[in-house]
């Protein structure tokens, strides 16, 4: 049996060649259409990409012809999936196109996460909300499914077991986020050296309004989690490999060591599912005094296709100012399971339930 | 009238040299003795002080020859007031011996700052604790008085117009935390490039305790504060000047805009005494979105002796996931405001009620 | 006798408010007009540029409003003379119709440098090329003079000495650039943060062919001079202050000693003026085996006014792999002594030799 | 056959941890013994490293007890080989005593390198020299054998093949190296961020005069190279990957092409022999104009276990400012190919030819 055909929309960006990289040799899918703007249409990919990740670009896709985020240039090859990493002020349009013509779109872009039929998924986290997609199919041939943004996956991952084996009332949270998270262009050295930036654009408000879609349910709709969030989003000179220092108050008391216990147990679908892209411990629990840091700790994940797949969290202690309160630190890199990564194994998911 | 003349202790350090700068051409105190490591007794201080802060080493100081900080080397210019930016291991003994010898010590090191009778002062904030002089006057002839931890200052001066007008309940704060925090050479460029560290050691203890006596009362002995207090601390690639994203909970409802007013209203005892060493207004309220930033505002202060002194606040907005929840980013500079800006206004202070 | 009445076009980018910080409170020039892109015309100044140097933006410009770089506009407040500080794209035109149009024209772009009749002027090192302005007035009302490349600037005023006391046959450079020399928003943090650029688009070029005009004659046209010159450019993580490594082949053997002490004694017109922004020495020889560093050196220059405006040298030693050789690091501000700086000590030089 | 026993001495500090993760399952030798500071003997290898450099540390010296650097601690293992990466002021006495014991000692340390009859190698270029070895084993049991100075290995490596083709009269080289070169807490944040340091200690001295010894003959002794070269040497924050600006005088005229062929077709004895560390190119030219790059290229090298090991050149140019001139500009990993890397190589290189 071959493997499945599948569409990287917006290419050439930073997301985009992560999916390139991690669909590398992937057991189960293959690149057959590469997407970018107009002006790279036709180019070769090694040509039209400046390549900015680390390693080389990989070999099989460096004479592939870039083509346009149109339907029809996009079959042509036969394609079945389609990974979007659409700039934000195309990618509604595009991704809503691509799943009225039948395709199975998975996006990480924001365009589509709130949508009342379009499941927002971390696969270790909440793979029963893949029963929207059965609504979804009510109005239209194929359907979208959305990865989170980068801040939340990490942050979800780590709540995910305190919630099921002690309840959450309240999470306040304070990111140090990397300067990836912005696109390759997006932060000036000018404005970042030295120096960080205490607000990113819309971020807090994603963080808030995600984790309670995917901590919550579906049940014919998505009934939001009953846990108060709050967030403060900052930007500091880091390259790869979101920080964020988190602050919880548990429904029932829980000690540090019962937190990291769980934590450490914690396995989902695709861990039970063995998918090629799941680490084998979503969340390792390092003991260690000064950890996790980004730099040491982002490419974190066994296997080796796992890397950057395993969310790390340290410092795990009991916070005598909140009631029942927990405080922690987590890092999970904000291009691979923040973005391409959680993408992939969404897809994988999908495909091990035999949804394509 | 002379000048008071003064000593400083530990001189030739990052915070040492602050001491010095600060202290050019000071309208009120003349640097009389510098002390350093035994090392460094007998040269001159352009050559003991490899000088490392922003400008010139004055040209006053140069040719100075290090004493040690033994009392009687102090003393034989006439010292009167002895400012301690001693190393931790040796302060505790060394600030002891000279407050016994009849010094008024004025310390931003954490040997004394719990002590009982030992009063830590933030001019601004909590200069009625200074009748703890009157108690400690029974056990020796001098006094010692400190000055708090940098990341522990700057959240102070922001608290106190909140705790004055709203009351407070509780405070959860998250601090990323400059370089020049940890000495000159206590952060290696391996550790922190490309890189953030989640942990300082004790110093979310010591935000937690001093904060609460410095925001007590002083009655026949010091009250701490009746708030719950949560830190968590984080160094990052920034040279001066700490940020800290905090959390709180008032008493009494308050607007974002209530509270603006209350911290740009607010005002001190340097303020009314117009010491020469205090900003015009010691909270600097910013209305961008993304400020403050600490390569921008580390400098913050008017007049011109007061750079570095106030502390700048943003992003002031109301938090849902708090009862009467408030959050804003603040940022302060934590070798000036943070240290030795903090302890040459004490001594400011000192002097204009005639305690010196 | 009133101020000479100036405008800043290009005023809102970093080089454009480097020019409106160093104009603030000069005693010969007041700014009437600061002119920026279409986008921001009619806006006042304190909206439209975003402020990204140290200090904040002065008071008096905060409500100009901006006008468009249109003869017209700029003439309406009695305009005499015109710094710019234009985009390349627009450079030429511009800066062609002011001058026809009568004007004054200090450019620090590149667009007209190399014209037969426009003097390329570093005050300390050619005043003698002004000579070519009587040569332009043939063909036009107004004059431009230009400003060098940052790079050749500083690289420049280190030779001049050299050059008169020993004669020099061959210099080679290799530059390490700061990120501010491509504008704000030139370097991305992704492309520099743990990294540098070893190229800097036509920047070998520009600091070959500029060097060998400025230390060059004026006898009815330019004459380069005759020295062998090579550079190699690269850019590194530094906000400000470009560093050369310089290898040069003198003329007549000198000791590293004689070298040192022709740059202490180097005084240029500036200095026998007592131009307002003249450094007392344009060049500061430092002895310290490590220096010049940027962070430490970069603001380098007496008095106050100057800041910036000196070249510091160090590590001056004999090569052995040249004949006559001699090597040394340099460092200059890039965009004081290397752009805004440079231009406005240039219009003082003129004012003082009254052709303005 | 079993596997060569090896000793790694000084395996705590970031070299030895490159020797450690570079042995980690190599084909040929495997680690027997580690040895670090009196401090750390007899603790497990992994409480005793700090690991710091990418990747975890490998499974196989977790456990393993560090020993002294005596040698009957190192013999009880069998050891065959010793790994000598010691700080300097042990290094020489310790090597000694280990080659006076009958060991081959490979030393990435400078105390030995210009030992009359030390041959100093790399292996792509001067395996010949190897024959000093017979000289050596006069005086003693065993031998010594070094590996240069992280900044003259890319340097010599790159100059190779000219030096074949062309021959060189002259280089002068103005480097841009790497804060790891340092070891990992030799350069303090607070010194280099938004900064250079245009000098290191006694770096020009041992580029010169190894870089001749390379680069010349082995006849009864070593007889240099009759080159002129000079350097200028900074540090720039960069965390690993020494960058190098080079101008030279060939003694044939060489075109830029020309330069570029005989670099692209450059090998030596590792890749004749199929060394298992061997980079297939040990040049590995690039066309882009802003490459090399530390970040992106540090890391060249194939196959998988040669990663670090090639030097990439780029920017290869003509330069007129020089008779025969040609300027490029080269990168190497300073402790991949610049230290470990380079050691092991030589080891391998030893077995292949029967020495071992």
């Known amino acids: 049996m071959g493997k499945i055909k599948v569409a990287v929309l917006g290419s050439t960006g930073m997301v985009g060649q992560r999916y390139v990289k991690l669909l590398e040799s992937h057991p189960w899918f293959e690149i057959t259409a590469l997407s970018a703007s107009k002006a790279s249409v036709g180019k070769k990919y090694g040509e039209a990409a400046k390549w900015v990740i680390e ?3 990989p070999e099989s896709v460096r ?3 870039i083509v346009s985020a149109d339907i029809n240039d996009v079959k042509k090859e036969g394609t079945e999936l389609v990974f979007s990493a659409l700039p934000s002020e195309v990618a509604h349009e595009i991704e809503l196109n691509m799943a009225e013509a039948g395709y199975m779109v998975i996006a990480d872009t924001s365009a589509h996460r709130m949508d009342y039929d379009v499941p927002l998924i971390i696969p270790e986290v909440n793979s029963d909300h893949l029963s929207a997609i059965f609504e979804q199919r009510k109005r239209r041939k ?7 943004n980068c801040t939340t996956i990490g942050l979800a991952i780590s709540l995910k077991p305190i919630l099921d084996n002690f309840g959450i009332k309240r999470v306040l949270v304070s990111t140090m986020q990397a300067l990836s998270g912005a696109g390759y262009s997006g932060v000036p050295s000018m404005a970042i050296l030295d120096n960080l930036i205490p607000y990113i654009k819309n971020e807090e408000e994603k963080v808030v309004r995600e984790l309670l879609k995917i901590l919550g349910k579906y049940e014919n709709g998505f009934i939001p989690a009953n846990i108060k969030v709050g967030a403060s989003c900052h930007r500091v000179c880091v390259l790869d490999g979101h920080t964020e220092a988190v602050f919880i108050e548990t429904i029932d008391k829980a000690t540090s060591n019962e937190i990291k216990e769980c934590m450490k147990k914690f396995k989902g679908d695709p861990q039970h599912l063995s998918l090629p892209t799941a680490p084998i411990n979503p969340i390792i629990v390092r003991e260690e005094l000064d950890r996790p ?7 974190a994940g066994e296997p080796e296709r796992a890397r950057g797949m395993a969310v790390v969290v340290g410092r795990i202690r009991e916070e005598q100012a909140l009631d029942n309160g927990i405080k922690y630190v987590l890092l999970s890199h904000n291009t691979i399971r923040g973005a391409a990564g959680n993408a992939i194994l969404i897809a ?6 035999n949804i394509i």
Chains 1, 2, 3, 4 share one sequence.
């Open 348 to 353: 994988e998911l999908l495909k091990a339930k």
């Open 55 to 57: 390693g080389e670009m």
């Open 142 to 148: 194929g359907i979208i499914v959305t990865s989170p």
């Open 293 to 299: 840091q980004p730099r040491l700790d982002r490419l």
């Open 63 to 65: 004479d592939m012809r």
